[in-house]
Structure formats: C-alpha cells, structure tokens
C-alpha cells in the first residue's frame, strides 16, 4: 500500500514533492517505510537514534494511525530522520494507554531527502484496523507545516481552528484484508485494555 501526504492538514496542496509513505504487511508485523524531503529544519532531537523519544511530533516527524473506529483504540507511530521514533497506543480519543515501545527503525538522511524503514509488531495495532490517516510535520515558529493524508474538509474548517492530527472523524477506511485476502485474520494483542481508561492526554 502507497500513500502520498499532498495537502495540508486543511487542504492546501503542499509546495515540495510529497511524503511518502509505503505499508507492506509481513508474518510478524507490518513494514512502514517513509521517503520524504529532508528540511532539517527544526534540528534533530538530541534523543540516541533508534530509540524512543517523548514528545517527537515538536521535531520533523512522519506519523502513521492506524485505528479501530468502533473501540477507538489506535496506533500512533512517529519517525524522525534523525533516527528517533515514538509509538503510542492509545484507548479512546487522546487517551495513551502505552508509549515509548521498542521499535526496529532505521533511517538514512542524505541533503535533500531521507528515508526510514520500521518493523511495527502485530502486537501493536489494536484488533480490528478499519481506518488510517498518515501525517508530515516540519519547520519551526510561524513556519511550522502540518501536513495530512486525509485533511479536513475545506467544508468543516471553522475560523481560528489549528491543526489536531487526533480527529479521527477524518481517517478514511482501511483494511490489511486487502493485500492478504479475506480470509485473514490479525493475530492477537495482549497489550491493549478491555475498554478506554482514564490516561494522560498526549
């Protein structure tokens, strides 16, 4: 599966070439390989690289949800260029269950562009996925760009409104059944909670 971020998270179309984003389902997990412009702007975290680093998504990030519309329990997985990631799962709307996993991720920057492969354990995503969103984050100040796969509705925009990547309103649906058949099923997590318990909000 390929996705392209085009837009802004409120539809403008973006001025660079697109982010890139690529899942490709495996036996234990998902591959989730980012390709995107490198703008170094602003500096990497001083985080080790391949390890997790609380609050990424103020440094330039590439994020991927993945969400169960119906629990709203969902996977929030963060890449930095720099070699950095985050993975959240939260139950309910903002409400983190888990974060800071362990991830396998490696990335590669060159001048211009850089490039991140992550192997997401099953584990990870909450049962039943049936919807997604991918977003791209960079720049500083009054130059910060939050930039979305599925933005909001040019309709639904309201004066002074910021961006808020946990609308999950504006996710479109998705299925791993499409590359592996109807007929598969996603193995199980004992990671997530039962129901949505009171947590820190992101």
């Given at each position: ?41 602003p500096p990497g975290p001083a985080g080790e690289p391949g390890q997790p680093f609380s609050q990424l998504w103020d440094y330039e990030v590439v994020e991927a949800f993945f969400l ?135």
């Amino acid at each position: 599966m390929d996705f392209k971020i085009e837009h802004t998270w409120d539809g403008v179309p973006v001025t660079h070439e697109p982010v890139c984003v690529r899942l490709s389902p495996q036996d234990e997990g998902v591959t989730l390989e980012v390709c995107a412009p490198f703008f170094n702007d602003p500096p990497g975290p001083a985080g080790e690289p391949g390890q997790p680093f609380s609050q990424l998504w103020d440094y330039e990030v590439v994020e991927a949800f993945f969400l169960n519309e119906r629990t709203e329990q969902y996977l929030e997985v963060e890449l930095c260029p720099h070699g950095q990631h985050l993975v959240l799962l939260l139950s309910g709307r903002r409400q983190v269950w888990k974060q800071g996993l362990a991830l396998a991720f490696s990335a590669a920057r060159g001048e211009r562009r850089w490039e991140g492969r992550a192997h997401v354990p099953w584990s990870y995503f909450p049962a039943g996925v049936s919807s997604f969103n991918a977003y791209a984050i960079h720049g500083c100040g009054g130059e910060r760009r939050y930039e979305a796969l599925y933005p909001v509705p040019p309709p639904e925009l309201r004066p002074g409104q910021q961006p808020d990547f946990h609308r999950l309103e504006y996710f479109q649906p998705f299925s791993f059944n499409t590359l592996l058949g109807e007929g598969w099923s996603q193995p199980g997590s004992d990671l997530w909670p039962p129901g949505k318990p009171e947590s820190p909000r992101v």
